[in-house]
């Protein structure tokens, strides 16, 4: 596990004062930035001014060292840009997606003493302080019974629960302030939907009703598993669930094509279950959410599925956009795929008028991969560069931004992590068989 043992900050001043260290920081760096850019002749624009890499590394020293919402709302913007951000940038906020500090010994039996009572290490045969996994709202324990049960012990970062509205605040003016959101976007429906989720992950006893529905949804699948939670040891903040040792789904990428293909496989069939069978998703596509056990002889093997803090209802109005999102795409109808694009809220009628034929064009690219989906080959990135170039005049309209609805964006960022795992793996499916399973 990576990263290293600091304090949580856990009041509001505390963590006040750290936003205000990274705000003076991204200043300068802008200063020293636009100097450099200055003495060589150019006129540098704000937003080429703040995207370095100088400015990236400041980002996420100071989200990972804060944790909760700020460190999470880095992860979204990680795993959301895609093959958008410049490489250098994507490389160093990759770092929030399995990289955090963690509370040293004295703070992390506060918090245990707070919950179980003092003589709470009386329940273990075995309590591990280092931790085998750190993310933004919590870190995770191994631990042993007296009955010889092994478990996984979540605990949450003081302070975290209580600073959501105002992190989310916090990094929504730096994005105001920094320039990079045009001061007319209105993010405001956003932030709250943004708001709710991180409480509701904030919610051991939520996440352990959501890791029950999940188990029991994939109890007769052999291709994955998921702990089951221990409701005695449970709380608001503190989490224990079945310990399931499995290696880390990087570790995959090693495994036979054949092994790769069918995990891979196996994921983006769970994924298109979620949105059309079970109307229900965990959309956290964060890597370390995800397990491999290997199987015997190279074959597939297992995946552990973690933490479904994230996981909720998919609203049947968002399952019917896919449908004919995917339902066109499959059929290579462009007009189809322009009108569902539209419908489900992902661009705007302001941005297919200004816009039309930069978008059109990457619809068609869209279309041209859709025709490959027989056997889908998600390491060829050809056209990756295509739609980057269709999007820049649209990304550059800042008077056309658009936010799609956040019920669907939650989905989406799921449908991409997923996507973005496929590419990792450099696995081939047969996609259109795949999905023409659930819509057509």
Do not use: C
């Amino acid at each position: 596990m990576t990263g290293s043992s600091r304090k949580v900050p856990a009041g509001r001043i505390a963590r006040l004062s750290a936003f205000g260290q990274l705000a003076a920081g991204l200043a300068g760096g802008v200063a020293a930035e636009g100097a450099r850019r200055l003495a060589q002749g150019e006129r540098p624009r704000m937003a080429d001014l703040l995207l370095t890499p100088a400015n990236a590394t400041r980002v996420t020293e100071q989200l990972s060292r804060l944790r909760g919402a700020a460190m999470k709302l880095g992860q979204m913007i990680s795993l959301d840009a895609g093959d958008m951000l410049p490489p250098e940038l994507t490389a160093i906020l990759s770092r929030l997606r399995d990289s955090a500090h963690t509370m040293p010994p004295a703070q992390l039996e506060s918090v245990l003493a707070q919950h179980w009572g003092k003589d709470w290490r009386r329940r273990f045969a075995r309590f591990d302080a280092r931790p085998v996994a750190a993310a933004s709202i919590g870190q995770v324990h191994r631990a042993e019974l007296r009955d010889g049960r092994v478990l996984a012990i979540k605990v949450q970062y003081p302070g975290v629960a209580r600073s959501i509205d105002s992190d989310v605040d916090n990094v929504a003016t730096l994005l105001k302030v920094s320039g990079l959101l045009p001061s007319t976007l209105d993010v405001a429906p956003l932030l709250t939907e943004a708001k709710r989720q991180l409480h509701e992950e904030a919610d051991y006893l939520r996440e352990a009703a959501q890791m029950t529905r999940y188990a029991d949804l994939l109890a007769d699948d052999p291709q994955f598993l998921v702990p089951r939670p221990l409701a005695d040891l449970t709380g608001p903040t503190v989490l224990a669930m079945d310990y399931i040792a499995a290696r880390p789904i990087d570790e995959l990428a090693d495994a036979t094509p054949e092994a790769r293909n069918a995990a891979i496989a196996a994921l983006l069939t769970l994924t298109l279950r979620e949105l059309f069978e079970f109307g229900f998703m965990q959309t956290d596509p964060n890597f370390a959410n995800y397990r491999w056990l290997p199987g015997e002889g190279g074959a597939a093997g297992r995946i552990v599925l973690l933490d479904f803090g994230a996981a909720r209802a998919v609203p049947d109005h968002v399952a019917q956009g896919y449908r004919a999102l995917l339902t066109a795409g499959l059929a290579g109808d462009h007009a189809g795929v322009r009108a569902a694009v539209q419908n489900a809220g992902f661009a705007s009628t302001a941005q297919f008028e200004r816009h039309g034929p930069a978008l059109d064009a990457m619809i068609a690219v869209i279309l041209r991969q859709v025709q490959r989906a027989q056997d889908f080959d998600f390491s060829d990135r050809s056209f990756v560069e295509e739609i980057r170039n269709n999007v820049q005049p649209v990304a550059a309209d800042r008077a056309s931004w658009h936010i799609p609805p956040a019920e669907m964006l939650f989905v989406q960022r799921k449908i991409s992590g997923i996507a973005l795992l496929s590419v990792r793996m450099k696995a081939r499916v047969p996609l259109a068989a795949l999905v023409g399973r659930f819509v057509g």
